[in-house]
């Protein structure tokens, strides 16, 4: 019984945090969308970054961008910078962990593309240095963020975008920026498939 209260208490928990968030994410969700799809359209490419499960939720991104989310289309340029061991330990070990995914935008970013970075605190700081890489090589940003929004949300420009849910609780922020993610892939086969 102990059980189904707490698993109860967990479906309640997201049920009220996902109705609090959808009218303030959506039209931001709805803007981010539309640019990656333009993004991609022009044959420039989305990088996607994050710790934890928020890398695996990158990696989640960049599969379905490349492969297909729901409907047949052309396969599309997205990198998941979380996913190649060789690269990762190389940098972490010749500089440091904090540099392991902006080392790889200095190397695969250029001006036109995109980059995803999904946090839960705000604060990873292979993160925020992904972030001023990306800046650095004129990308666009998509924070997907949560809680206060940290120092990710400081290092933004106007012209990027951020997604943040507002919680504290990371496994609540992870659900919902999943959520996110499926919607930014469904504007994405939607936005593709026309042309």
Do not use: W
Not at 154 to 164: C, P, Q, T, W
Request: net charge neutral.
């Amino acid at each position: 019984m102990k059980q189904l209260n707490r698993i109860n208490q967990h479906f309640s928990t997201s049920v009220e945090l996902i109705t609090q968030a959808m009218p303030i994410l959506s039209p931001l969700i709805a803007q981010a969308g539309q640019i990656m799809a333009d993004c991609l359209q022009q044959q420039y490419k989305i990088l996607s970054c994050g710790n934890g499960g928020s890398a695996a939720q990158a990696q989640h991104f960049s599969a379905e961008i490349i492969n297909r989310f729901e409907i047949e289309r052309r396969a599309l340029g997205a990198i998941a910078l979380t996913t190649d061991s060789s690269i990762l330990t190389s940098i972490a070990n010749d500089y440091n962990y904090e540099n392991i995914f902006s080392r790889q935008i200095n190397g695969l970013g250029k001006k036109g593309d995109i980059l995803l970075a999904i946090t839960t605190s705000g604060s990873s700081p292979n993160v925020l240095k992904a972030i001023s890489a990306a800046q650095s090589q004129n990308m666009l940003i998509i924070l997907l963020n949560g809680g206060d929004g940290s120092k990710a949300a400081n290092l933004l420009k106007k012209s990027d975008i951020e997604l943040r849910v507002p919680s504290n609780s990371t496994a609540r922020i992870q659900e919902i920026h999943l959520l996110i993610i499926h919607c930014l892939c469904d504007i994405i086969d939607q936005s593709i498939s026309v042309f």
